[in-house]
C-alpha cells in the first residue's frame, strides 16, 4: 500500500520503538475499512513490537494506538495518509516510550492538567493546519490519562460531518462542544485549559534590551540578529510564526526550491532557540509606552521593560466587513482554499478578490467544487497574466467584475452572497454554499495607537535603519510600509531593524547601576 520510499523511511522511524504496542482495529466491509485494514497489516508486518486486535470502537473504521494493557487515548478514524501520515508516525513512536521533541515547559503544563478531557479533531487529508493540532493533542493524551484525542477524516465521515455543520478545517470538539478552529499549537490549547504562566509571573522577568513583538519571520531575524550581539533579547508574540504558518507553498525563498510554511516556521524557531533568546508566546501586547525604558503592556496585565522595542506584528487577512461574514464564520465562509476546499465537494462557492490569492483559490477550488463565481471589485483582475489564463480555461468558473460585495446570507450555513453592480447600480444575488474571502492584508498595528507615525493604511513608517519616529522603537516585516510583502524581505528588515537596535543602544548606552536599580525597583 505504501510507496517504497515512504516504507524505506518508516522501516527507519520504526526501529526506534521503544516498547511493544497494540493497534486495536475496528472495520467493517466498506472501502475506507479495506484500506485501513491494509494499513495496519502493512504497518504491523514491518516491526515485531506492533500487534493487531480487533476492537469495538466509537466509530467504524477506526483504530487506537496503546501500550500492552491500556488504553493510550490516541484514536485515528479514517486513514491517516496525506499529511497525517507523520500523525501516525509521531503517535506510534510517542505511545512506544518515545519522548516529543517539544520545550519542557509544554510537557510539564500537559501533565498538570486534571480533569476529563475528550477531544475529536476533524481534518481533511490534504490540509496543510490540521496535523499540528493532531499531533499536538496526541502528544497531550500520550502525556496525560485523562486526555484522549481522535483525528476524524472529514472524507470518511461525511454524513457525521454535514450533520454537526462542520465546514472549516481543523475543527476541535472538546466533551462533544465546539472548542476551536484553524491552526493550534499545544500552548495554545494547554492556555484555553487554564495552563500557562500568569502576569504576575510575566512580569518578573529582567528588563531585555531589545524586546520584539511579533513572531513571524521578521521578528525572528530580528531577534537572532539582536541575541548575536551579546545582549538581552526577547520575543513576545501572539502566534510565534504568524502568517507562514498558514502558508502552504513557499518557492521564492532564496536557495530552498520548495518548502512549506510549517516547515520554515519549525526552522526559524529552531534557530531562535539555539541563541537562547526568551520567547514568551500566546501573549497579545496591548500597548506601549516610553519612560525611563519601554513598558509593554499585555493583555493579561502584565508588563514587560526593554531598552528598545522591535515591532514585527506582521499583517492579517483582510475581512469584508460586510453583514453575515462573522456570523457565518466556519459556517460557510472561509479564507483558505487548500484547507477547507474538500469540504465544499461538489457545492457551488465564490471567491472574493482577483488578486493572485483570490486567483490561485479559484483554481484550486474549480477541480473539487461544482461551480465557482470570481468577485472582483475593480474593472479587472489584478493576478498575474499566467494564472487568469489558467483561470479562463477553467469550465466551472465565472469572473464577475465591478462587484461590491454587500452582505453574505443564510440561516444555519451560508446560501447566498449578495453584490452591487458597480456598472449598473443594481444589488444581485447569488445562490451558493461557501464564501471564500481573498482580499489581501491588513497591518497589524492596533496595539501601536498613535505612538508612531503611520501611513493612511496603518502600516509604520520607518527610516532605512528601521527605525521610527519614536527614538528607540523600530519596526520591521508586513506591518511596516515596505514596497514588497515577501518573505525574504521582512527577514531582511528585520535584521535591518536589529541592527539599528544594536546601534541605538551603543551610542545610548544605560546609566551605570539603572539596571540594577531597575530591578530593585521591581522587587
Known amino acids: ?16 520503538l521503544e516498547s511493544d504496542i497494540v493497534l486495536k482495529v475496528d472495520t467493517g466491509d466498506d472501502s475506507v475499512s479495506k484500506e485501513m485494514q491494509e494499513l495496519v497489516d502493512e504497518i504491523a508486518s514491518m516491526s515485531s513490537k506492533i500487534t493487531i486486535e480487533k476492537a469495538s470502537l466509537k466509530r467504524t473504521p477506526s483504530f487506537s494506538v496503546n501500550r500492552v494493557g491500556e488504553d ?8 491517516p ?14 505511545v512506544s ?3 516529543p521533541k517539544v520545550d519542557q515547559s509544554v510537557i510539564d503544563q500537559a501533565k498538570k492538567v486534571k480533569g476529563e478531557y475528550h477531544f475529536e479533531t476533524y481534518v481533511s487529508l490534504t490540509c496543510h493546519n490540521c496535523p499540528d493540532v493532531v499531533q499536538a493533542l496526541n502528544m497531550m493524551s500520550v502525556l496525560n490519562p485523562g486526555i484522549t484525542h481522535t483525528m476524524i477524516d472529514g472524507a470518511a465521515f461525511k454524513e457525521e460531518v454535514d450533520s454537526k455543520n462542520i465546514m472549516a478545517v481543523p475543527t476541535v470538539t472538546l466533551n462533544g462542544e465546539e472548542f476551536g478552529s484553524g491552526r493550534m499549537t499545544a500552548e495554545e490549547m494547554l492556555a484555553k485549559l487554564g495552563s500557562g504562566p500568569d502576569a504576575a509571573e510575566l512580569s518578573e522577568k529582567d528588563p531585555y534590551d531589545v524586546l520584539v513583538v511579533g513572531g513571524g519571520p521578521a521578528g525572528a531575524s530580528a531577534a537572532i540578529y539582536a541575541a548575536r550581539k551579546g545582549i538581552r533579547t526577547g520575543i513576545v508574540a501572539e502566534r510565534f510564526g504568524g502568517q507562514v504558518l498558514d502558508t502552504m507553498s513557499i518557492e521564492n525563498f532564496i536557495s530552498v ?9 519549525a526552522s526559524l524557531e529552531e534557530h ?5 533568546i526568551d520567547v514568551l508566546n500566546l501573549q497579545r501586547v496591548r500597548h506601549v509606552e ?3 525604558m519601554f513598558e509593554v503592556e499585555l493583555d493579561n496585565g502584565a508588563i514587560l521593560k526593554s531598552r528598545t522595542v522591535i515591532a514585527s506584528t506582521g499583517a492579517s487577512w483582510r475581512k469584508l466587513g460586510v453583514p453575515g461574514e462573522e456570523e457565518f464564520a466556519n459556517k460557510g465562509v472561509a479564507y483558505c482554499a487548500h484547507c477547507d476546499g474538500p469540504l465544499f465537494e461538489g457545492k457551488d462557492v465564490a ?25 472582483e471589485f475593480s474593472d479587472t483582475l489584478k493576478a498575474d497574466e499566467v494564472l487568469q489564463n489558467s483561470l479562463a480555461k477553467l469550465p466551472n468558473v465565472t469572473v464577475v467584475k465591478n462587484a461590491q460585495t454587500t452582505e453574505i446570507t443564510g440561516s444555519d450555513n451560508v446560501n447566498g452572497i449578495k453584490y452591487l453592480d458597480r456598472e449598473t447600480n443594481e444589488e444581485k444575488q447569488i445562490d451558493l454554499q461557501g464564501v471564500f474571502v481573498q482580499i489581501g492584508l491588513v497591518p497589524n498595528t492596533g496595539w501601536l495607537d498613535n505612538t508612531v507615525e503611520k501611513n493612511r493604511i496603518g502600516e509604520v513608517v520607518v527610516d532605512k535603519h528601521g527605525a521610527t519616529t519614536v527614538s528607540g522603537l523600530f519596526a520591521a516585516g508586513d506591518c511596516t510600509d515596505s514596497v514588497y510583502n515577501q518573505i525574504i524581505i521582512s527577514m531582511g528588515s528585520g535584521a535591518t531593524a536589529a541592527l539599528g537596535a544594536f546601534d541605538y543602544l551603543i551610542r545610548n548606552p544605560i546609566e551605570a547601576g539603572a539596571v540594577e536599580d531597575e530591578l530593585v525597583n521591581q522587587e
Open 72 to 79: 493510550t487515548g490516541v484514536t485515528f478514524a479514517g486513514v
Open 1 to 16: 500500500m505504501l510507496e517504497s520510499n515512504i516504507k524505506a523511511q518508516l522501516d527507519q522511524y520504526l526501529q526506534l
Open 97 to 99: 516510550g518515545r519522548a
Open 272 to 276: 531562535v532557540k539555539d541563541y537562547g
Open 257 to 265: 526550491k520548495s518548502t512549506e510554511g510549517p516547515k520554515l516556521v
Open 81 to 94: 495518509l496525506g499529511h497525517e501520515f507523520t500523525s501516525l508516525v509521531l503517535a506510534l513512536l510517542q
Open 351 to 375: 471567491v472574493v478578490g482577483g488578486g493572485n490569492s483570490g486567483v490561485e483559490a479559484a483554481i484550486d477550488l474549480a477541480g473539487i467544487v461544482n461551480h465557482v463565481t470570481v468577485l
Open 290 to 292: 516610553k519612560k525611563d
